[in-house]
T-cell receptor, first 117, second 113 residues
Framework: DSGVTQTPKHLITATGQRVTLRCSPRSGDLSVYWYQQSLDQGLQFLIQYYNGEERAKGNILERFSAQQFPDLHSELNLSSLELGDSALYFC????????????????FGPGTRLTVL | KNQVEQSPQSLIILEGKNCTLQCNYTVSPFSNLRWYKQDTGRGPVSLTIMTFSENTKSNGRYTATLDADTKQSSLHITASQLSDSASYICVVRWRGSGYALNFGKGTSLLVTP
C-alpha cells in the first residue's frame, strides 16, 4: 500500500458526460501528479500540482482540468467525454516540487478505471 | 524529441531463470532514470533510481545498470519468481525547466512455472 488513495476505483459513463476523479496524497506529500494510461500508450503525464498551485503541464486536453485543495487532496475533472478517454487514471505524490529532489520517488495510487460507453 | 524505447515488448521466461530488460533513450540533457514495476491493474512501484553518475543500483534480485554515454539502461532480474510477472517501465527525467518525465511503454514479463 503506497499511502495514496484514489476514488472511485471504477467509473462507467457515457460520451459527452463529465466526471471527477479524486486523489488523496500520502501524508506529508505536497506534490500530486496525474497520469493517464491507455492500453497502447503507456503512462502519459497530465499535470502536477505542488502545495495548491499548478506546477507543470503535460499532455492534458483542454477538456480536462485539475485542482489541488488546501488539504492537499486533488481532483481531476474530465468533461465532454469521448470513447478514447477510456483509460486508467493514476495519481502519484511525493514531497518535492519540480527542480528539487531529482531522485525523489513518486508513490502511485491504485488508479481509477474509466470506461466511456 | 525526447524518447524512451524499451525492449523487448514482451518476454516469457521459466521460473528461476534470469532475464534482462533494455531501455534506450534520447532524452538530453539527462537528469535521472527510474525503473518501475507495475502489476496488472495497479499503480507502478519504484524499483531503482539512478543519476547520471551512477552505473549500477540493486534492489534485491533487481539490478539496474546505466551507461549515460550510450544512453542505455538495463534491468536484470535474477532467479525469477512468479510474482515478478508484471510490466517494467523505464522513466527518464529531462534536466530542464518544468516537469519532464519521459515514459517508456514498458516490457511485459511473464514468469511461468
Amino acid at each position: 500500500d503506497s499511502g495514496v488513495t484514489q476514488t472511485p476505483k471504477h467509473l462507467i459513463t457515457a460520451t459527452g458526460q463529465r466526471v471527477t476523479l479524486r486523489c488523496s496524497p500520502r501524508s506529508g506529500d505536497l506534490s500530486v501528479y496525474w497520469y493517464q494510461q491507455s492500453l497502447d500508450q503507456g503512462l502519459q503525464f497530465l499535470i502536477q500540482y505542488y502545495n495548491g498551485e499548478e506546477r507543470a503541464k503535460g499532455n492534458i486536453l483542454e477538456r480536462f482540468s485539475a485542482q489541488q485543495f488546501p488539504d492537499l487532496h486533488s481532483e481531476l475533472n474530465l468533461s465532454s467525454l469521448e470513447l478514447g478517454d477510456s483509460a486508467l487514471y493514476f495519481c502519484a505524490s511525493n514531497q518535492h516540487s519540480t527542480g528539487r529532489g531529482d531522485t525523489d520517488t513518486q508513490y502511485f495510487g491504485p488508479g481509477t478505471r474509466l470506461t466511456v460507453l | 524529441k525526447n524518447q524512451v524505447e524499451q525492449s523487448p515488448q514482451s518476454l516469457i521466461i521459466l521460473e528461476g531463470k534470469n532475464c534482462t530488460l533494455q531501455c534506450n533513450y534520447t532524452v538530453s540533457p539527462f537528469s535521472n532514470l527510474r525503473w518501475y514495476k507495475q502489476d496488472t491493474g495497479r499503480g507502478p512501484v519504484s524499483l531503482t533510481i539512478m543519476t547520471f553518475s551512477e552505473n549500477t543500483k540493486s534492489n534485491g534480485r533487481y539490478t539496474a545498470t546505466l551507461d549515460a554515454d550510450t544512453k542505455q539502461s538495463s534491468l536484470h532480474i535474477t532467479a525469477s519468481q512468479l510474482s515478478d510477472s508484471a510490466s517494467y517501465i523505464c522513466v527518464v527525467r529531462w534536466r530542464g525547466s518544468g516537469y519532464a518525465l519521459n515514459f517508456g511503454k514498458g516490457t511485459s514479463l511473464l514468469v511461468t512455472p
